[in-house]
Structures are given as C-alpha cells and as structure tokens.
C-alpha cells in the first residue's frame, strides 16, 4: 500500500477509533502485550538480522545500542502497556459544561485528534510505545522507523496488527512506512494527516519542522540551565550541578550552561571545578571571563551559550543579577527545561514565572524532565512548542476536545433583535447527563 | 518602530506581563474602558474621517456598515470589557499536581502564551476586544488593522496605550502595524511572534495559513451542515434549518448543506421549498437528483457540496443513512459546526462522536457556534484545526502552561540504577502550596 492509500484509510478508520469504548481499547492493548511476548522468539531473531547488517554497515556504537531488541528491552515494552492499561481512558473526558439557557446544555469533550505520523530513528521499542499511546488515545497512527531497524520493526509491528485486529479494532488504524520517499509524501499530507511527532537527534527534528505543513510536535534543541543563586546552598548546588550534567549527558534534559550569581561564584566555582576534574570521564568547562578569573577553563565564545553540546562539557557564566541569569536563558534557551537553586521561594517563584520554558524547576535537577518520571505514563516525546501540549507529552496531548451542544430545537433567532432572551450560562457538573451513551 | 522592533520589544515585554497579577490587568481593562468613553468625540470624528475616505474609495455597503464605529458600538466594547474584568484570571490556573516523591512536587500551571500577532480587516471594535482579551490573558500583541479603519484604528490605539501606561502596565505590550509589508515581515518572525489570529474572509485567512512559519489558529471556511435524521421531528427540523440558514447567512456558522434522510425527505422536503420560496428574500435550493424528484430546484454539482456561500444559498443532498450523513460532512465539511435533528438520543450520539467538527450540535441551530453565547465572555476567533484551542477561542485559548517542578536537592541518579528510588506519583490538591508567593 502507497502512502497516501495508507493515510486515506488511516484518516477513514480514525472515525471509528474514536468511538471505541475503553475497555475495547484495554484488552486489545492485552493482547499485543500477549502476542508479542510469545512472538519473542522471531522479534529476536529479526533483530539479530538489524544488528549484524548495522554492524557490516560500521553503524556507530551509541546507534548500535539503542538499536538492540532483546528479552531486557521487550519486558520494559510490555510493563509499559501494562501501566497504559491502567491508565483512564483520555478520551470522553468533560472539560467543561455550562447551561445556556433552558434545556440547552453545552459539553467541552475530549477526543482523539485523527491520524497521527511519527518519524522515529534506531529505537525499535519506540514503535511498540508509541503505537500502544495512539491505541489508548483513539489516534489512528502512520510509522517510519529507521531502516537500520527495518527487520524488527516489520516483526513488531505485524505482532501489533495480528493481536489488535484478533481484538476487534478495525484493520488499517496503524501503518508502516519504510522509505524516505514516503516521509516526504508523509509531510505534505495535511488533508489526511493532523499531527507529526518526530522523535531524533536536532538535524533531523528541524528537518522536519522546516519541511511539513502539518503541525509537528517536538523538540530541535535541548539547550538547558541551571542557575546557582546568590541564596542557594553550596552543596545542593554541586550536587543538582553534576546530576544535571553528567548523570546521562547525552539526553535533551541534561545541562549545556550553568550560570552562577556574581556573590556566590567565588565559593561554588571552585568546588564545581575540582569535581568535574577528578570525574571519570571528567566535565570540560568554557567559561565567561569572570569564570576565568576564578577557575582555569577554556573561554567560552557566543556559540557556547546556544550549543548542545550532549557531551561532558559545560559552559559557565557568572551572572550579577537573577534577573540577568531568566534574560540569558530567555535568549539562549530553548525553552525546554531549566532550574533555579536557591533558599528565597520569592526568588525561585520570580525564576519559575519569568523563565520561558516549558519544564521551571526549583532546586531539582533538569533530569527529571520525562513524562515517565512526571507519572504521565509514557510519553511521545517532549514538546518545546508553546501551543497544544507543552513539555513531556503523554496521552494528553495525543487528544483534542469538541463543543457539544444538546438543545430541543433552540434558534438563534430568539436570542437576537429588540427583545433577546437572556443567556444564563450557569455552570453544570463536568459530566454528561446520566441517559447519555457515553 | 519598525515591525521587527515592535516584535522585540513586545517579547522581552511579554515576559513581565505574564507575572503581572490579576488586580493590575483588571485595574488597566477598568482605565481603558473609562478613557475609551472619555475620548469617545475623536474616536468618533477619526471614524467619520475613515468612512468619508471610504466611501469616495467605494468600499462595499456591507464592509462600510462594519467599519462604522458608533455611541452603539463603543457601548457594545465597554460593556465588553466590562465582562472581562469579572471573568477570573486565565493565568496561574492550576491544571494538575502531583507529588513524584517525598518533597518533589509538580505543578501544571496555566501562563500566557508570549506575543500574539492579530490581522484582522474592517471592523475596528475588533482591535479593543482582541486587545484586552491579550492583556488579561498576559499576552503583548501586534495588531495589525484594515486600511479603510486606519484613523479609528489609530485612536483606539492611542487611548488603550495611553490608558494602560498610566494605570502601570510597561510600555510596549501593544504595537499598532500599518502597512502590507509589515504583515509580510510578521509572517516571518517566527523568533519573537507564538501565534497568528486572522480574522476576515476566507481568502485572506487561506493567504495567512499559507504565508507563515507560526502557528496560526482560526479557520478559513464555515461549510456547516445540518442533517435531518429519519426520526426527526418535522417542525423542528424546519425550525432549525430556517434559523441556521437565514438568521444571518454572511457568517461561517450558518449552514450551507442540508442533509436529509430518505425515510423522512418526502414530507419534510415540500414544507421547507414552502416556507424558504415565501421568505423575503427566498432561499435558493440547489439539490442532489433525489431532491429534485421532490421538490423543484436547481441541481447541485460536487462544486456545491465544498461551497461556503454566504448567501441566501442550501444545497440539499438526500442521504440513505446516519452513516452517510456522517461521513458526507466528514468528507464535504470544514470541521466547523455540524449538527444533527432527531428524537433518539443514541442517534445523536453517533452523529456527535463520529462529526469530526469543533463543534457538535443536537436539535440546536448551528449559529449558536460563538463565544460570547458559549459563555467564553468574548472571542479572539473560531479555530477549525485540532491543536491547541478548538471551536470558539475566549481567553483560555491564549494560554498555555508550564510544568514547575519544586524540590530539595533531588537528583536523578537516586532514581535509576540497580536500586532506584520508587516514584510515589501522589496526586496533590490542584493548588500551589500555601507558602507560594501566586
């Protein structure tokens, strides 16, 4: 099947996705987890296939990692549907209700948003976590995975398209593609497609972003902060300091820049210094010329304060004000995730509400930026766009809502001209009427 | 200022405003109502101005009788502005919380979106309820108003600048654009500008989607739809479609396609060509073969089923099912407002789950799609895209959120590991702590 044969009946499907009821939903998310657990077999030897033809092609060893599919991997995929499994269903929540008048009641509904396209590299679990989140959210979904996974991802995803049509959901709610042709037709489906979600290194993201005329969801850049006040306290400082950066320094949450309030640096920055020094691997650090006066470092230029670097390294800035250090990172930020440490809550509300981020946090380490690790189950991605779902997305943002309005033959015409009858928008309960359906 | 200085300094702006607290913006919305009516002999005489220009250009009655700013319409904007000063705060909204461990609590707290940049054509009341719409929701916003408004658009400006820098609110939240170019250079800015409202015919909006890099929100076309079930009832059915139809035929909320059942097409058709031939001015049928064997009227072609005409125009399709009726709209319609007239409650139920539309109505005519009668207080437009805020947008649209995370020194590297620290993922009262400084 073409691409666009695939959206269209991707697009057609999606309708009556949305109506599935929850617990149709839940036990075909059993079933995969069933089937793919006694499918393991043949999932393991399709990668093996991956792996040794990655291999041969010198794919580099982070990529290798990632790319692996073993027995580890598949019970973290299936404990994840698991915990989806016990999540409530996002779709046919009521987001608000109001009275207009009498007998005419309004409902603000959650639904699922259509046909959802994700683009994903290495990563063969993605698939089946991805997959599983669009399931639960009523999405019909298009995947392109990266063709060094080519293999598991066709067993994977035949293992979900068995075990869901076993369970009763309609056939052609999820597809696969496999060329690069097709996610270029992919981004220009904007009659069949609502969403695209691209999940890789910042080349690719911005690649897409640049490329599609479908709303995408995601982030390039992971440009993150933490900013040592005058008022925090050394050693929560150190510690937020090393966890940020080198707790897994190649993930979009970790830190790129510290900045350090002018009263405090003299102090912290040596102890900072001596710590990365004597890590293994230790940190590089380029710093700003007040830097250099306290610690030795490399300097670091104006590049510095907008690199990613995703590697043990990090640029350092002394700061005279707080209101010098929001003002950087509102300028060299991405909007991702940055943190204050500090005493004063005054300081760190002042922080949380000026800094233009998606994830403000006071006196925690920026690594906690993960829909897992904020409870949302599992997440698709991290959204540093401000519309629609915004920081770590989960089920949530695979939804939409829609206004219902139930009347018994109200017009317009009566609440218009000389003598209008009057609206009495009382609010309801944020639930349907008891007959309802739903 | 030229456009791209007025885009700066609106963002840098847009940071204090979004900590602005509510007593300030609503003292501001207060001031400004006060000076509108204070300074309302030159809005008045600047709008005469407007209006004599225009009328020598010959704009068209329709677009002269929008331009027209009167006592009527200033009182219509005050009375506005009024509503929105009872209407709580959209900003500092708690949307969940929950507790990830022992002191390491998170928050999901609603904030203004940063700087919206509004393009609307004629009426020039739409530049004050867009204006203090932003400013209470916290947002900076570059207006950018009709040419045949200029004069009115400029002293509006002038007295809601003057008025909100004298009542404390920091200077440059609010830029007014003049020229065509300077909406080009908008288009663009995609650094300092979070979104795109337009607002005017569905050309203009159609150029605006497709000239910008930023998000826009709005829609383009109103193709509504009302389909008459089998089990209708014959007079409201009628009632229905008259008022939909023809309350107001020029808005995108009024119907353009009537859908009608075949069981019940046969009676209900020849009442409706009655009273719509009776009407002054009458409303043009254009119908589907099976229409035409019912009552007398133009055919309609596959041009008409994708036709918004604004006018006093229905095309009318006879359907053989619920089914069709849904999937014709899905198919024909602009995701705007659809809706359904029948007596089973779980026929409706159908229709609105499977209407892939903002808004979804039962037995209720089509034209109550609109903020002010939602309740919303007012509306910086219709949106028919699926992300972010959908249907009638109020104030809860120019919003989104951000996750503040508070913690005491924790650190990732206690969560993962051999022995990793368990999350407890409690859910918390959704308030901010008392202690907060909100």
């Known amino acids: 099947m073409n691409c666009k044969d695939a959206a269209l009946q991707a697009r057609s499907i999606s309708i009556s996705l949305s109506a599935l009821k929850r617990e149709q939903k839940d036990a075909a998310l059993e079933t995969i987890r069933k089937m793919l657990w006694e499918n393991r077999a043949s999932i393991f030897e399709a990668n093996r296939k991956d792996i040794e033809r990655s291999k041969q092609e010198n794919l580099p060893g982070p990529l290798l990692k990632r790319l692996k599919f073993d027995e580890e991997k598949l019970r973290e995929v299936c404990s994840g549907i698991e915990s989806l499994v016990r999540l409530p269903d996002p779709v046919g929540r009521v987001l608000s209700a109001r009275?207009?008048?009498?007998?005419?009641?309004?409902?603000?509904?959650?639904?699922?948003?259509?046909v959802i396209g994700v683009i994903f590299?290495?990563?063969?679990?993605?698939?089946?976590?991805?997959?599983?989140?669009?399931?639960?959210?009523?999405?019909?979904?298009?995947?392109?995975?990266?063709?060094?996974?080519?293999?598991?991802?066709?067993?994977?995803?035949?293992?979900?398209?068995?075990?869901?049509?076993?369970?009763?959901i309609p056939e052609g709610w999820i597809h696969l593609l496999e060329t690069r042709e097709e996610v270029n037709e992919l981004l220009q489906m904007d009659t069949f497609v609502d969403l695209i979600i691209p999940r890789g290194s910042n080349e690719f993201v911005r690649y897409i972003m640049q490329h599609s005329s479908i709303p995408v969801l995601g982030h390039a850049d992971g440009v993150c902060h933490l900013y040592v006040d005058e008022e925090a306290e050394i050693d929560k400082a150190l510690r937020l300091t090393i966890d940020a950066k080198t707790q897994y320094p190649a993930v979009c949450n970790a830190i790129e820049t510290l900045l350090v309030h002018r009263a405090i640096a003299p102090r912290f920055l040596p102890q900072l210094a001596k710590a990365f020094s004597e890590r293994i691997p230790p940190v590089e650090l380029r710093g700003c010329p007040r830097t250099r006066q306290m610690i030795p470092c490399k300097p670091a230029t104006e590049e510095d304060w907008k690199a990613e670097y995703l590697d043990y390294i990090l640029a350092v800035k002394v700061v005279d004000t707080l209101e010098?250090?929001?003002?950087?990172?509102?300028t060299y930020g991405s909007r991702h995730t940055d943190g204050i440490v500090t005493s004063s809550r005054e300081r760190a509300e002042y922080f949380m509400e000026r800094v233009d981020s998606a994830n403000v946090f006071w006196n925690a380490s920026t690594r906690f930026s993960d829909g897992y690790r904020y409870g949302l189950g599992a997440e698709v991605g991290i959204s540093t766009g401000k519309l629609h779902a915004r920081g770590p997305v989960g089920l949530e943002g695979l939804t939409t809502y829609k206004w219902r309005l139930y009347g018994n033959g109200h017009i317009v015409a009566d609440y218009t001209g000389s003598t209008p009858k009057p609206f009495t928008h009382r609010p309801l309960p944020n639930r349907l009427?008891?007959?309802?359906?739903?």
Do not use: F
């Open 433 to 438: 009427p008891e007959q309802t359906a739903l």
């Open 324 to 330: 010098e250090a929001v003002t950087h990172i509102n």
């Open 99 to 114: 009275e207009l008048d009498s007998g005419l009641n309004l409902y603000q509904i959650t639904c699922p948003i259509g």
């Open 121 to 168: 590299e290495s990563r063969p679990d993605a698939l089946v976590q991805i997959s599983t989140l669009c399931l639960k959210s009523g999405n019909s979904v298009l995947l392109k995975g990266g063709k060094e996974a080519l293999e598991t991802n066709r067993a994977l995803y035949s293992c979900i398209t068995d075990a869901s049509q076993k369970a009763g």
